[in-house]
């Protein structure tokens, strides 16, 4: 399993972004993949997830309205279209699934197994 994250930057307040997710290893048809992010001295956080058998989403509150998570699985891509971002978005923000687990709820609330590496977004003017 390799999941390689890209689209990272800086972005204004306000702006959007979209980040990307290529896995490979496995395909985009029965586990659940998510976003997480951690920003420096905070715990990590899941900000979206998706179960990629019924393309069922989960958002936590806070970014409800904002963020969208999104496959292709033609190219076995997940994305997490980000708007209105302001600077408490900044974070590196990684791509993870457990290929054990197909609740998008069961992976944003719990500890997935496999990691991608990770791409720095920052807010600021």
């Known amino acids: 399993v390799q999941l390689q994250a890209s689209g990272g930057g800086l972005v204004q307040p306000g702006g959007s972004l979209r980040v990307s997710c290529a896995a490979s290893g496995f395909t985009l048809n029965r586990p659940a993949i998510g976003w997480f992010r951690q920003a420096p001295g905070k715990e990590r956080e899941a900000v979206s997830c998706l179960s990629t058998w019924n393309d069922i989403t989960y958002y936590p509150d806070f970014v409800k309205g904002r963020f969208t998570i999104s496959s292709d699985k033609a190219k076995n891509t997940v994305y997490l279209q980000m708007n209105n971002l302001t600077p408490e978005d900044t974070a590196v923000y990684y791509c993870?699934?457990?290929?054990?687990?197909?609740?998008?709820?069961?992976?944003?609330?719990?500890?997935?197994?496999?990691w991608g590496q990770g791409t720095q977004v920052t807010v600021s003017s």
């Open positions: 993870a699934t457990d290929l054990a687990q197909s609740s998008n709820y069961a992976l944003c609330h719990g500890r997935p197994t496999d």
